[in-house]
């Protein structure tokens, strides 16, 4: 009895996944618009382990129908995406294709002339979350760019942006240009990746303000009210749902003495720190080999946030009341000690997109009044993003 209740939950699970997704075809799926555009020309992939039709790889599926696949080009994380974060990756061949792998998250993130010199068209196809520091968006700059000076298509396959229902937190500002920010945009966007594109071409953020000759097949049965659930992890570190909506907010902890929880079971749901006298949840960080983990092997203190994360997705704004309760609990200790390192570090900036949220909560200044000061920034951006929109937008 209990094996055959297990197995139907199992089963309404299952089916009622698939009638989730029934709902949004992504752009890779619509293969009937772009596949006529791919007839005799030599083709790159920049894509990762999200690059799938159904449960096929993107690569299977267009090698199976004689495309002419000429190399594969991989982000952070690598391209089956078990790489962890800042983890340098390295050019290689993919063992089931033979096809030639090209690091874009290496010694250079830009792709150079003589690795697109037999390429004529570039298809983009990744998974992003939406957030301003997950450096998919980065990647997408960098290959624009390098398609734009070559003369080279770029093709994206558009995907459902998860956190794509709001926008919201601080706009980078400049001189504060990285890796996890190269735009003038906030924390939480709003946009899926082709939306993105299009802005990068439109704002001629690209170099010396060139523009590259863009495609976007966008999804079928999406728009920015939509909830879209991931079918596969769009990075070590975001294993579920749960971490997905918490990470805009969490993130920040990055740049802080604070871990976020690599190194356990739930990466982007919790935080803590040795010294933290508040919370009933322990954790102890563990990394091997390559992998650097902060407070590795410490047991950390604090909070497991993976039950509200509902609560994140439905309000659609990021909380930044553990980040300020945190360091003013924190901040007081490590003034007596010395020895101790500062609460922020140089990252936080980075993340943030200036210094005027670190030197806000160092001051005592509210969340509410924080909020308040990227409102006119907000109204701004949000004029400039309504120009390059695909899908309606949300309603709130």
């Known amino acids: 009895m209990k094996i055959m209740i297990r197995f139907s939950l199992i089963a309404l699970f299952f089916f009622s996944t698939l009638l989730l997704h029934a ?9 009937e618009r772009y596949l006529p555009m791919l ?8 894509g990762n382990q999200t690059s799938v039709l159904g449960s096929t790889h993107l690569v299977d599926t267009l090698l199976s129908l004689e495309v002419n696949v000429k190399k594969v080009f991989c982000p952070e994380h690598g391209f089956r995406g078990i790489a962890e974060a800042g983890e340098l990756i390295g050019d290689q061949l993919d063992l089931k294709t033979g096809l030639p792998i090209v690091s874009i998250y290496g010694k250079s993130k830009k792709p150079a002339s003589e690795q697109l010199d037999s390429i004529e068209m570039l298809i983009f196809d990744i998974q992003d979350v939406g957030a301003r520091f997950y450096t998919y968006i980065s990647t997408l700059h960098y290959v624009m760019e390098a398609c734009a000076e070559n003369g080279i298509t770029v093709l994206v396959l558009d995907r459902p942006n998860p956190n794509g229902y709001y926008i919201d937190g601080p706009i980078l500002k400049e001189g504060y240009e990285s890796f996890v920010g190269k735009h003038r945009i906030p924390v939480v ?8 594109a299009r802005m990068i071409n439109g704002e001629r953020w690209l170099d010396n303000e060139i523009q590259c000759d863009l495609i976007i097949i966008s999804c079928e049965g999406y728009d920015h009210n939509t909830r ?13 749902m749960a971490s997905v909506y918490l990470y805009p907010s969490l993130c920040f902890f990055e740049g802080t003495l604070v871990s976020i929880g690599r190194g356990t079971d739930h990466p982007f749901q919790c935080y803590g720190h040795p010294r933290l006298a508040f919370g009933s949840f322990a954790f102890t960080p563990a990394g ?3 992998i650097v983990t902060k407070l590795n092997g410490e047991k ?11 609560d994140f997705r439905k309000e659609g704004k ?25 609460f922020f570090t140089d990252y936080f900036d980075k993340l943030a997109g200036s210094d005027e949220l670190r030197k806000q909560i160092q001051s005592g200044t509210t969340e509410e009044k924080i909020r308040e000061s990227w409102q006119a920034d907000l109204a701004s951006f949000k004029k400039i993003r309504k120009q390059y929109l695909l899908y309606s937008d949300f309603d709130r």
């Open 288 to 290: 091997e080999g390559k």
């Open 39 to 46: 007839k005799d020309k030599s083709i790159g992939i920049v």
């Open 300 to 310: 950390c203190l604090g909070a497991n946030l993976s039950g509200v994360a509902d």
């Open 189 to 196: 966007h709003g946009m899926t990746i082709g939306e993105y």
């Open 318 to 342: 990021l909380r930044l009341g553990y980040l300020i309760g945190t360091y003013l609990h924190l901040s007081k200790l490590l003034e007596k000690d010395a020895e101790e390192k500062e």
């Open 23 to 31: 709902q949004v075809r992504v752009g890779a799926e619509r293969l």
């Open 228 to 240: 879209y659930q991931l079918p596969i992890r769009p990075s070590p570190n975001l294993p579920n």
